[in-house]
């Protein structure tokens, strides 16, 4: 024992007993060592006299202070701990675990009825929705394919012209102009097969045409170059789909643009909903969520604008403000690689079937009694899936309430290398002078041009 704490024992068995003598054996501590059971604090403090006093008491032999009592009152360790009396059993585990499994039990039946309430809340998987929307008798919407050039005989005459379009840029066929035909760009877009190059440079630049204004421009090949590596970094990196949208797909979308007339541009609506409920082509709780990232839209002149905001009156099938005046004219839904197709595919035909149902709204409204049988162009649509870029379509059947969605589209390029994002940027480029040549003019003739300062047809 350490002469610390021998003074701090001498000390206390003073307190107790009060000996003058403790006080001394605490200067010399090796003299006096007393035994640590004696502080145990369910035992009372001893001391030499009062052992002899005691055994004095009981008649034991010896009367010397120092004699050994014939029944050993040497302190003992206490059957249990001091002071942990009133601890509490060990529980018992298997009783516990009984408990466990039964709370477990009543937690699981109580999960699974709030779950079945959230289940009927929420829409059917992807795949069995589109299905059902299929068979739906106010407006089927069948299912179709653009994946093979054969698909295209039996599609409608919109459907099928721009459907080739899009073959002719997954074929490499037009997407540069001749100022691209350099050493630099040649170098740039190789390959690494001499006979696959060979055939691309054949007919990959076009020919001098002032009419191709929409599309004839050179893109930035630094710029593109640039994007084909933040792609690539974010395929290494797991990347969000956000990520993948704010440094790759709107950089693209945008670069489209350059060289093109000022009335269109890309705007990143992944916050818009459709509005009203009564544009939703199944029930509000299975589509509200039903939204898309990006759209191509047409920049509405300013005094059309003023005339649809007097009126109160806005274009689209959402109360997104940006969108409320200008018009869509192609919708984007992004996803990350491998993932959420049936989800995408889902997502851009609620919103396409949602404003052809707005579109049929305008036409009724403002001065157009046979709404229900007049064409409206096809809806364009693009599928992104990490590099990939797809085009599909919607087309509405007029007269006949139903619609078919070309889920199965082209791949018209990706981001993978500066000639694959070429030909994404030139299928861009084509939906744009598309837009110009026919979505434009169809909308503004079939309905802004019918809305003047008089009242609204009362259907």
């Known amino acids: ?20 003598a403790a006080a001394i054996h605490c200067a010399s501590p090796a003299k006096h060592k007393r035994a640590l059971a004696e502080m145990d604090v369910n035992a009372e403090m001893g ?10 008491k009981v008649g034991t032999p010896g009367d010397a202070p120092f ?30 675990k009984r408990a466990r499994d039964h709370i477990d039990s009543e937690s699981s039946a109580h999960s699974s009825t709030a779950s079945g309430s959230k289940k009927s809340r929420r829409s059917e998987s992807p795949q069995k929705e589109m299905a059902l929307r299929g068979m739906n008798i106010q407006y089927p919407v069948a299912q179709a394919s653009l994946v093979n050039p054969e698909d295209l005989t039996s599609a409608p005459e919109d459907v099928r012209s721009l459907a080739e379009l899009m073959y002719s840029v997954k074929d490499s066929v037009d997407i540069l102009p001749r100022a691209a035909n350099t050493p630099e760009w040649r170098a740039a877009l190789t390959s690494g097969s001499d006979q696959r190059d060979q055939r691309n440079f054949q007919t990959l630049f076009r020919a001098d045409d002032p009419a191709n204004d929409h599309v004839d421009f050179l893109p930035d090949k630094t710029h593109l170059c640039e994007l084909v590596e933040e792609a690539r970094e974010n395929m290494i990196r797991f990347a969000s789909e956000p990520a ?12 489209s643009l350059r060289g093109a007339r000022h009335n269109f541009r890309f705007d990143n609506i992944t916050t818009a909903r459709i509005v009203p409920a009564a544009l939703l082509p199944v029930p509000a709780d299975t589509s509200q969520s039903r939204k898309v990232d990006f759209c191509l839209t047409f920049k509405v002149p300013d005094d059309i604008k003023r005339r649809l905001g007097a009126r109160d009156i806005h274009l689209n099938q959402t109360d997104y403000t940006p969108l409320l005046l200008d018009a869509i004219v192609a919708s984007i839904e992004t996803k990350l690689p491998g993932e ?3 989800d995408g595919m889902r997502q851009l035909m609620t919103w396409a079937q949602a404003q052809v149902t707005r579109l049929r709204q305008l036409l009724k409204e403002f001065g157009r009694p046979d709404a229900g049988i007049v064409e409206i162009p096809v809806m364009p649509l693009l599928f992104v899936q990490g590099h990939e870029w797809h085009f599909l379509c919607f087309k509405d059947v007029a007269g006949e309430n139903m619609a078919t969605f070309y889920s199965d589209g082209v791949l ?3 981001t993978t290398s500066l ?13 744009i002078k598309w837009a110009d040549d026919v979505w434009w003019p169809w909308l503004r003739r079939e309905i802004l041009d019918n809305i003047t300062d008089a009242a609204r047809v009362v259907p």
Request: hydrophobic share 30%; charged share 20%; with cysteine.
């Open 412 to 414: 018209i390029g990706s």
């Open 340 to 342: 959420g197709r049936a």
């Open 1 to 20: 024992m350490s002469s610390y704490t021998s003074c701090w024992v001498e000390d206390q068995a003073a307190r107790h007993t009060g000996s003058a």
């Open 47 to 56: 001391t030499p006299k009062r052992r002899a006093a005691s055994n004095a």
């Open 244 to 255: 993948w949208n704010s440094s790759v797909h709107h950089p693209l979308l945008n670069t």
């Open 67 to 96: 004699d050994i009592p014939t029944t050993d009152t040497t302190p003992r360790p206490v059957s249990r701990i001091p002071l942990l009396s009133d601890a509490p059993e060990p529980p018992d585990f298997r009783q516990t």
């Open 419 to 431: 000639l694959e994002t070429c030909k994404v940027v030139a299928g861009l480029r084509v939906l």
